[in-house]
């Protein structure tokens, strides 16, 4: 008895969770050609799709040659077009409606107003979440390629493997890949697919998808290439609806309550302009502003321009003038200029520059130079060329560091063997022709502003009592009112003093040199590429040297350094697009580590230290090699791994362990981004940590010079309307021997509405 009870309980549980799984969320407007469906729980596509047809939570759809298909939504009546080589998969929760893409192309228009569930589309390599808009999705299984195009509305863009964001509004796109890259660029007029179902209108549409007849066309017409039918006149689709048959009773009935009269025509693409507000708080120089800023973003074809148009107001209602008063600080109000991406034939990003890595990253990888934004703003630039199999790449970091002997620069070119034999060779050069540029120096005197008494006026630079009056000799020219007559500030006159004690001259950036420079060479082939697997195989050799120092040595003082490195092998794969790991094994001989040129190198490219002698100059590769045994040969391993976990959040990390004898230098970093479309009221979640090149990356309560943290947190007041909070920490000598390094906190709240 107990039995049966038992089996007729299990029966009924199994009926119950197929009437859930089998709940109709969708009907099939319209088919042309091969349009086949497999049923959740099915192991084939084996139902043949006419329209009418009715779509359950967890069916796939696959839409062959030549065909295509409209699948309307019951409850928003938001449609989707699928294009031919088509495949994917309907999945919907309770607050959720996801569209699980294995490969082809989908054409979106979502509802906004009767919409209640989160609408997102999902590939191996990225996710596309929409609040109400018009765009494209394309996805090619075979090389782990993404593009997403907007025609109306906005919608953001996740590259689930970096775990990078960015919004696209209409006239933009985002090209993402299985490299973890995620590139926004203006739309081409030919990136937003044909409609395949022509350009008819909503009533149109209507009345076509009630008709069967679309499975009764001709031979001759089933046989068409998608261009030649996506090329048809309009005289040519007016003319194939009014030859359709007049029974269609059977397809009204079963469409009924698809179609109603909410069915609007479509409004035209807008204009591709997008209008960024932003209101709240931001630190500059330890100073805490309330800041109100416009941050308008254009597109004109390949073109795109942002601006960052930003007051920041003091406590007392004044604003502040060091971003308006030159005519150079209008160069700062153009965020960026963008020209292309990095596949067209010629490509161009002017302005701020992020996650800039040459190669396979084993100089430069990962760099910004918005670190210290908006304290410090930087200009670079970031631009290439490809032809046939060759790619040529440059890199500045600040075109402003120019006119202070130099700036970071990045240059490397590629080529690609063949298609058959798909072997890409490269070669890299890095150079950070002047060091001391990193030494913020206000009034352009070539005296930083942490050796000069007055940053602000370029004809003094000492005062010894600081009095506010200059030395005699402190400056280039005589002051106004003459020079401190008590300059050391006894109380004596220095005329009635034989001998005075004044600060030396203070360290000038053009009285001596800091070079460093490197040099690499990489060669990769794609052994493996298929969805459930893709495998890169690389090795990569990297030198780097120091100059040594000449002229003055009183503030500065190196001998000249070198060191190589090789990567033998590396290896890059990716499994079924969820996880993506990495490994190299590294070899590492005299002063080199790899990734010096790192994300936080403007935060260490050059420090001050005071010490028991006095002041003295640092840079970034004297901090990392200040161990006696830090030119010992090394060799280690580095693994890195991320992960879309189940959609809610994306992890990367990254781990590198170099070791000879005692002497370890290691490395970590750690990226966490949660999915917001989860939560509701939180419009972004994400926290990072970063530390190379320490004995012990691990000691979070002792953080070293190559500490960088953060974390972003943005609440959904109302809809379109957010508050963010924006934080990070990295830490600086504080000028006091022996005493712990100095945070330094930059924190930004802001109210950012999306127009």
Do not use: C
């Amino acid at each position: 008895m107990f039995a049966i009870m038992k089996k007729s309980i299990l029966f009924i549980l199994i009926i119950f969770s197929n009437i859930l799984l089998a709940e109709t969320i969708g009907r099939v407007m319209k088919s042309n050609g091969t349009v086949l469906i497999k049923p959740m729980g099915s192991p084939s596509y084996s139902v043949s799709v006419k329209p009418g047809q009715a779509v359950s939570n967890g069916d796939a759809i696959r839409v062959g040659e030549a065909s295509f298909a409209v699948v309307i939504f019951l409850d928003d009546k938001s449609v989707v077009k699928i294009r031919e080589n088509t495949d994917f998969q309907f999945v919907e929760t309770s607050n959720t409606r996801s569209l699980i893409i294995d490969q082809g192309t989908t054409l979106h228009n979502v509802n906004k107003e009767d919409r209640k569930k989160t609408y997102r589309v999902e590939t191996p390599v990225s996710v596309a979440s929409v609040k109400g808009t018009e765009f494209s999705s394309f996805h090619d299984a075979v090389s782990g390629v993404d593009k997403f195009v907007g025609k109306s509305g906005n919608f953001e863009v996740l590259n689930s493997i970096s775990g990078a964001i960015v919004n696209v509004g209409p006239g933009q796109k985002a090209v993402s890949n299985a490299l973890g890259q995620l590139i926004p660029a203006p739309a081409e007029p030919g990136d937003f697919p044909e409609d395949p179902d022509g350009e008819s209108s909503p009533e149109q549409n209507d009345n076509q998808g009630q008709s069967e007849n679309n499975q009764q066309d001709s031979p001759q017409q089933q046989e068409r290439q998608p261009q030649q039918r996506q090329q048809r006149s309009p005289q040519q689709n007016q003319n194939q609806t009014s030859q359709e048959p007049a029974k269609q009773t059977e397809s009204v009935e079963r469409l009924e309550d698809v179609q109603t009269s909410s069915s609007n025509p479509q409004s035209p693409p807008k204009k591709p302009f997008n209008m960024g507000l932003a209101v709240g708080s931001a630190t500059i120089n330890d100073t805490i502003y309330n800041q109100v800023a416009l941050r308008p973003e254009l597109s004109f074809g390949k073109l795109g321009i942002g601006f960052d148009l930003v007051m920041y107001i003091d406590n007392e209602g004044n604003i502040r003038k060091d971003e308006w008063d030159e005519p150079s600080d209008f160069i700062d109000k153009i965020l960026y200029l963008r020209w292309g991406q990095k596949s067209d034939p010629f490509w161009l990003v002017w302005g701020s520059l992020n996650n800039v890595t040459l190669g396979y990253g084993g100089l430069i990888s990962g760099y910004s130079n918005m670190m210290e934004f908006p304290s410090v703003r930087k200009v670079g630039i970031n631009t290439g060329f490809n032809f046939r199999n060759f790619g040529t790449e440059v890199f500045l970091s600040n075109m402003k560091d120019f006119s202070r002997g130099g700036t970071l620069l990045g240059l490397r070119g590629t080529y690609k063997i063949s298609d058959t034999l798909p072997i890409t060779l490269g070669m890299n050069f890095v150079q950070d022709m002047n060091q001391f540029s990193g030494l913020k120096d206000t009034d352009g005197d070539d005296y930083p502003d942490l050796f000069d008494d007055f940053p602000n006026d370029k004809d003094l630079w000492n005062d010894t009592d600081g009095d506010g009056l200059a030395d005699e000799n402190g400056g280039n020219k005589a002051p106004s009112g003459g020079w401190d007559i008590d300059a050391d500030g006894n109380n004596i006159l220095d005329s009635e003093q034989s001998e005075l004690k004044l600060k030396p001259e203070p360290f000038k950036s053009t009285n001596s040199e800091a070079v460093a420079q490197g040099f690499g060479f990489d060669i990769g082939y794609p052994v493996l590429k298929s969805r459930a697997l893709s495998l890169e195989v690389y090795s990569e050799f990297n030198t780097l040297s120091f100059s040594q120092a000449t002229g003055d040595t009183t503030y500065f003082n190196r001998d000249k350094m070198t060191g190589s490195g090789i990567t033998l092998p590396g290896l890059r794969a990716s499994l079924f697009g969820f996880l993506n790991i990495s490994f190299e094994y590294r070899i590492k001989n005299g002063y080199f580590i790899p990734q010096f040129f790192d994300g936080s190198y403007d935060l260490s490219r050059v420090t001050v230290q005071t010490t028991d002698s006095g002041i003295i100059v640092r840079t970034k590769d004297q901090l990392v090699f200040a161990d006696p045994l830090s030119n010992k040969d090394t060799r280690g391993m580095y693994g890195s791994a991320s992960a879309n976990l189940f959609n809610l959040l994306t992890f990367n990390a990254s781990y590198a362990s170099m070791k000879a004898d005692t002497t370890e230098f290691n490395s970590f970093n750690a990226l966490l981004n949660l999915n917001a479309e989860n939560i509701p009221k939180l419009s972004v979640a994400q926290a990072y940590y970063q530390r190379n090149n320490d004995k012990d990356p691990f000691d979070f309560g002792n953080p070293s010079l190559n500490t960088v943290f953060g974390y972003k947190v943005g609440y959904e007041v109302s809809q379109g309307v957010s508050v963010i909070w924006d934080f990070r920490q990295f830490y600086r000598d504080s000028g006091i021997p022996g005493a712990a390094l100095e945070p330094v906190k930059q924190t930004t709240i802001e109210t950012a509405f999306d127009f």
